[in-house]
């Protein structure tokens, strides 16, 4: 299994890739919640509650469920019916989290997102890159 480090210098990456000031990965836990395994920009204060986010809540949860890219265009504006209130102490507006897929049967194995402090509508070519690098994270936690 990569380190911690690894994994935060490929948020890095990603987050420059996209011109982003925030981004998380999240891996699925054995108890099926999404596990926080690294993250850059996110307030002390919403450590605890993005440590451990279930299917279905949030972005990075909605992403899991959905089985499909999630994004807000303007977070500070819009919830858009998916991000929990505290979201916005983020600062961030638009924001983009896609789910991570095993490569052998398909399941989700976790999430990878990025937000940016400025209003941005995710293209399909963003979201589609975005998307390969979570295949990516597939193939590391997939060794």
Known sequence: M???EW??????SAMAAFSCQTGTIH???????????AQRGVP???MDKIAKIPFGKGI????????????????QADLGGVARPDARQTGVSGSLAVPVFSKIDGLVLGTLGVGMFAPHEFSDEEKSRLAGLAAELADVWEE
């Open 2 to 4: 990569k380190s911690n």
């Open 60 to 75: 990075a949860g909605a992403a899991a469920e959905r089985r499909e890219p999630v994004e807000l265009c303007n977070l």
């Open 7 to 12: 994994f935060v210098a490929f948020l890095d």
């Open 44 to 46: 002390e204060a919403l």
């Open 27 to 37: 891996r699925t836990g054995p108890d099926g919640m999404l596990d926080l395994v």
